[in-house]
Every structure is written in structure tokens, then in C-alpha cells.
Nanobody
């Protein structure tokens, strides 16, 4: 069974930074792609970032240049470093994982999800 646990959310002022972590409990973590999504109040879940099993990365246009995704295969953890945060970044951030080497941008592409961590950016 694959289990994902997010942490690192909180309340921060606009312009501040947070680092989210997603620990993925699976034996073959290095063969998994991991994505971050967020769900703002009253909105659909939206793609934020992905890191593939080959360490390639991509970001939503709204976060490019401000967010950095990385992974530590030994720790089975994916990080999302968020800088220059804006009130529009507020939401529940969820990580998702699936086995595979391609790019996965849609929620339906992922087999496993965490419970999420709340990020609130005040103006």
C-alpha cells in the first residue's frame, strides 16, 4: 500500500516562504513521479508542479520562478520550496504519486494521494 504524508504548511505573510514535504511510503520510490496540486477555496484542484522519476521538473505558469520542486530518493521525500508567496497561493496543497516515467499533469493520472497541508498567505 502506498501512503503519502504532507507537512510544512502554515500561515505566512505575502512575500514569505514555506517548504512543503511529501513522504511517500513505497518500496520503489525512485520509479514514481510525484506531483503537487492545490485546492483553493471554491475552486477545482489545480496542478502546481511535477518531478518525474528521472528528476525532470515542470511548473504551472502561476508559480514558475517562485517554486522549486526536488526529491530525495534515499528519504523517499519530495519537497516544494515556495518563495515570494502571494495571497493567490492560499489553499490546501496535496501531493500525488504514480509509477511511471512520463509527464503527468492531470489529477486522474495519479493513483495515490495525500491528505493535504493548508497554506495560508495573508496580504
Amino acid at each position: 500500500q502506498v501512503r503519502l504524508v504532507e507537512s510544512g504548511g502554515g500561515l505566512v505573510q505575502a512575500g514569505g516562504s514555506l517548504r512543503l514535504s511529501c513522504v511517500v511510503s513505497v518500496r520503489t520510490f525512485s520509479s514514481y513521479a510525484v506531483g503537487w496540486f492545490r485546492r483553493a477555496p471554491g475552486k477545482e484542484r489545480e496542478f502546481v508542479s511535477i518531478i518525474t522519476s528521472g528528476d525532470r521538473t515542470d511548473y504551472a505558469d502561476s508559480v514558475k520562478g517562485r517554486f522549486t520542486i526536488s526529491r530525495d530518493n534515499a528519504e523517499k521525500t519530495v519537497y516544494l520550496q515556495m518563495r515570494s508567496l502571494k495571497p493567490a497561493d492560499t489553499g490546501v496543497y496535496l501531493c500525488a504519486a504514480r509509477e511511471g516515467s512520463n509527464w503527468y499533469y492531470h489529477t486522474a493520472s495519479y493513483d495515490h494521494w495525500g491528505q493535504g497541508t493548508q497554506v495560508t498567505v495573508s496580504s
